[in-house]
């Protein structure tokens, strides 16, 4: 009789504590439950406070530049090398990271399209082709901070390229001074409202 005694309580117990440390995971599941509630929403107030400002302003100039074969030797082929327009953004895209601009800097991306209208692949360097001036200081020339190395342009097609500058947020007025590192260049004058 005793050992039966013994069993039950043995049994009692263990229901007591089992119900004690179910009251301790619901309770914990609950605060957890609220931290993530919190946490979720002041994240995505924080992304949506960082979301991409863009200004985009067309451009529209054409310019040609002797291609670069496979070998590295300048061609008598040309590539057609066309600034499409110019984005004033806090965020870019570079080998599938996304960088934001801070401290209060932006981003100026050159889009262009290079065409290649021979029957042989080309190449180009257009972070070799463009200097930024920034205002009135024209003195002060900036290669790209973004820009491709040796871009192919495949035979009798068209490549989407860029090349981009970090620039202070608040400047608006810009020229873009195109051409070969030793030859003539023109300049190409990119303005924005803000």
């Given at each position: 009789?005793?050992?039966?005694?013994?069993?039950?309580?043995?049994?009692?117990k263990?229901?007591?504590?089992?119900?004690?440390?179910?009251?301790?995971?619901?309770?914990?599941?609950?605060?957890?439950?609220?931290?993530?509630?919190?946490?979720?929403?002041?994240?995505?107030?924080s992304?949506?406070?960082?979301?991409?400002?863009?200004?985009?302003?067309?451009?529209?100039?054409?310019?040609e530049?002797?291609g670069?074969?496979?070998?590295?030797?300048?061609?008598?082929?040309?590539?057609?090398?066309k600034i499409?327009?110019?984005?004033?953004?806090?965020?870019?895209?570079?080998?599938?990271?996304?960088?934001?601009?801070?401290?209060?800097?932006?981003?100026?991306?050159?889009?262009?399209?290079?065409?290649?209208?021979?029957?042989?692949?080309?190449?180009?360097?257009?972070g070799?082709?463009?200097?930024?001036?920034?205002?009135?200081?024209?003195?002060?020339?900036?290669?790209?901070?973004?820009?491709?190395n040796?871009v192919?342009?495949?035979?009798i097609?068209?490549?989407?390229?860029?090349?981009?500058?970090?620039?202070?947020?608040n400047?608006?007025?810009f020229?873009?001074s195109?051409?070969?590192?030793?030859?003539?260049?023109?300049?190409?004058?990119?303005?924005?409202?803000?």
């Amino acid at each position: 009789m005793n050992i039966n005694i013994f069993k039950n309580g043995w049994k009692k117990k263990l229901a007591e504590k089992i119900q004690k440390k179910k009251k301790l995971f619901i309770a914990l599941a609950l605060i957890l439950a609220v931290i993530g509630f919190f946490n979720f929403f002041s994240l995505k107030k924080s992304s949506s406070s960082a979301e991409t400002s863009v200004q985009t302003m067309a451009v529209g100039r054409n310019f040609e530049f002797p291609g670069i074969s496979s070998q590295g030797k300048v061609v008598s082929d040309r590539i057609k090398f066309k600034i499409t327009n110019a984005e004033k953004t806090n965020k870019v895209m570079v080998q599938d990271k996304t960088f934001t601009a801070r401290n209060k800097k932006l981003f100026l991306i050159v889009n262009l399209e290079l065409t290649n209208e021979s029957t042989q692949p080309l190449n180009l360097l257009p972070g070799d082709l463009i200097r930024l001036t920034i205002g009135d200081n024209k003195e002060t020339k900036y290669a790209p901070d973004l820009h491709n190395n040796l871009v192919p342009v495949a035979a009798i097609s068209t490549r989407v390229d860029r090349v981009g500058f970090v620039i202070a947020e608040n400047e608006k007025n810009f020229t873009l001074s195109v051409g070969e590192i030793d030859g003539k260049k023109e300049e190409v004058g990119v303005g924005f409202p803000s």
